[in-house]
């Protein structure tokens, strides 16, 4: 689609250089004619893509300020060419003046007040006006597989619009068709994670048709198209996420959104967890808790398959994620029998209760 664009403003300079080597305005030489039709045509696509990027409502407010102030400067060349005499040139000259002058504070005072207007009030007359690129959000195929973007997605903290290239969907689609069970199960995964987000009424989803035949890795291909559209990549794959940084693109890793909102304890806190099983080392025990953070339990290895409070000892942040150590003091903390569907969860023990 950017291939497409380009060829297009590029036929639109040719073509208005070719008019002005035959016609030759200006009494110009035919050389210098198609130069002035090249620059001429460059100028308008600088302004087209210049454009490109000014909100609905600047463009309604500037085109609005615009006439307002030709119309204001048609009426004031009325009045000036029957009250001011003077030579044949002096009045044609102001009045050029006054239109450019008008035409100019218009457009500016139009623009910077087109934010004001509410369009919401047309009634739908110019539909819902796109986001700017800078609020999209590429998915890349690992984050769709991954599914957890879909909760994110529910929880209403998304914003703008999740965009989700074409290029991506090839790939998920090959995933979605391997010969590998495990792989094809996982490209299915993806594409019913992304029907469940399309019919998600709160959010926008966009498919990108752009692509880039000379760039044949798909992450580079999400980088460049980050660079294009000056927008984020959201991944789970550490290995985008770093190279990505360092074409200075930014990315929301979705592990370290989960590592961000892992429970935080401290040493000397009380938690209630299931013990699943034997630890390592000498009468260890092991639990996790619902995010999946392992918790290992000192004198525990008795309390397997047992809801037990511990003492926290400390908390360990490692580079695939934290781990907390805990203490079972059978004199001190409780032993709670839980149903069989809830021994798996872990939650924080409330604080003993003072005596009365």
Not at 6 to 34: H, K, N, Y
Not at 245 to 253: P, R, T, W
Not at 268 to 279: C, D, P, Q, S, T
Request: aromatic share 6%.
């Amino acid at each position: 689609m950017l291939s497409d664009l380009m060829l297009v403003r590029g036929l639109f300079i040719v073509v208005l250089g070719l008019a002005a080597f035959f016609l030759m305005p200006f009494g110009l030489p035919r050389p210098w004619a198609a130069l002035v039709g090249v620059v001429f045509g460059l100028g308008v696509v600088f302004f087209e893509v210049r454009l490109k990027q000014v909100s609905l409502k600047r463009l309604i407010g500037a085109a609005i300020g615009s006439v307002l102030g030709i119309f204001g400067a048609y009426l004031m060349s009325l009045v000036l060419g029957g009250a001011v005499g003077g030579s044949s040139t002096t009045v044609p000259f102001l009045q050029l003046g006054i239109l450019l002058l008008m035409t100019y504070v218009g457009l500016v005072v139009g623009a910077s007040k087109g934010e004001m207007l509410n369009l919401s009030a047309l009634g739908g007359l110019f539909g819902v006006e796109k986001v700017s690129k800078s609020s999209f959000k590429i998915l890349d195929t690992s984050v769709i597989i991954d599914g957890r973007i879909a909760d994110i997605a529910e929880t209403g903290f998304m914003d703008g619009s999740l965009v989700i290239p074409q290029f991506v969907l090839r790939e998920l689609q090959l995933v979605a068709d391997s010969a590998d069970s495990m792989k094809r199960n996982r490209g299915r995964r993806g594409l019913d994670i992304l029907q469940r987000i399309q019919k998600m009424a709160q959010l926008s989803v966009q498919i990108l048709e752009d692509d880039f035949p000379n760039v044949r890795d798909v992450d580079m291909k999400l980088i460049e198209l980050a660079k294009v559209y000056d927008c984020k990549i959201i991944t789970n794959d550490f290995n985008l996420n770093k190279i990505a940084q360092l074409h200075g693109v930014e990315v929301l890793n979705i592990n370290e959104l989960a590592n961000a909102l892992k429970p935080i304890v401290l040493p000397g806190e009380l938690m209630r967890v299931f013990i699943l099983k034997e630890g390592k080392e000498y009468n260890q025990g092991v639990a996790y808790l619902d995010d999946g953070t392992m918790v290992v339990v000192d004198n525990a290895k008795k309390m397997i398959s047992k809801t037990i409070d511990i003492a926290v000892t400390s908390v360990l942040q490692t580079t695939a994620g934290k781990m907390i150590f805990g203490r079972f003091d059978e004199r001190v903390h409780g032993v709670h029998e839980k149903a069989p569907s809830e021994k798996h969860k872990s939650e924080h023990a409330p604080s003993p209760a003072s005596p009365h």
